[in-house]
């Protein structure tokens, strides 16, 4: 059975920062792409970064050269690095698994949330100005 946990979340400032941790479990291989998505009040989710198991990266504009995603394949954790946050980085943050094996991140990915078949529970990240 996979399972996706995610921490990390809280409350900081503006201009503050934060890391966020998703651990897998219950895969049987390490070939499976995790995204990172957050969710605001009655605003649809949406795509915020994603990697795969050889380490290929993709960021949406808004978080671009302020997140960094990175991965741990031994410890089956991916991390959020969130710096500079601004309130509109607020929302609920989780963590997804795509198991199709990418290699490279699919240019379609930010736009098919369905594509993640595993999803946490989610993390709640408030930033306030």
């Known amino acids: 059975q996979v399972q996706l946990v995610e921490s990390g979340g809280g409350l900081v400032q503006s201009g503050g920062s934060l890391k966020l941790s998703c651990v897998a479990s219950?895969?049987?291989?390490?070939?499976?792409?995790i995204g990172w998505w957050r969710q605001a009040p009655g605003k649809e989710r949406e795509a915020v970064a994603a990697?795969?198991?050889?380490?290929?990266?993709d960021y949406s504009d808004s978080v671009k050269g302020r997140f960094i995603i990175s991965r741990d394949n031994n410890k089956r954790t991916t991390y959020l690095q969130m710096d500079s946050l601004k309130p509109e980085d607020s929302g609920v943050y989780y963590c997804?698994?795509?198991?199709?094996?990418?290699?490279?991140?699919?240019?379609?990915?930010?736009?098919?949330?369905?594509?993640?078949?595993?999803w946490g529970q989610g993390t709640q990240v408030t930033v306030s100005s």
């Open positions: 997804a698994a795509d198991a199709d094996g990418w290699v490279s991140v699919p240019k379609s990915w930010k736009s098919k949330p369905s594509g993640f078949e595993y």
């Open positions: 219950g895969f049987t291989h390490d070939a499976y792409m």
């Open positions: 990697i795969t198991d050889k380490n290929d990266a």
